[in-house]
């Protein structure tokens, strides 16, 4: 079970979805290190090292609705609101 899990529905239909998705995982890659790939209709990430060490999760997207599921490991529990309320506000402008 994630740790954090929020759906978004949209009106950017798959393509574009998964251009924002791409764009904002490209973010977290780039201030909390993570690697993430693509499989199939979903993104796959997780942070071997820094901030977000041992952090995993997908990114699952659809024609209408993106959904982020993020397993936050044990130290990284207590601060979840705060994960939790960066991932629905950047979420929130991808889809708008």
């Known amino acids: ?10 009106s950017l239909g798959l393509e574009m979805a998964k251009t924002r998705a ?16 693509w499989d199939g ?5 997780d942070a ?3 901030m977000a060490k041992g952090t995993t999760g997908q990114v699952t997207v659809a024609a ?3 959904r982020v599921e993020i397993d936050l490991p044990f130290l990284l529990r207590a601060m979840k ?3 939790e309320g ?11």
Request: hydrophobic letters at 45%; a positive charge.
């Open 41 to 45: 209709d979903q993104i796959k990430f």
């Open 86 to 96: 960066k991932v629905t506000e950047k979420l929130d402008k991808a889809v708008a």
């Open 64 to 66: 209408a609705s993106i």
């Open 48 to 50: 071997a090292s820094g």
């Open 81 to 83: 609101g705060t994960v």
């Open 22 to 37: 791409a764009e904002l995982a490209d973010g977290m890659k780039e201030k909390l290190g993570i690697s993430w790939r």
């Open 1 to 10: 079970m994630a740790t954090i899990d929020i759906k978004r529905n949209h």
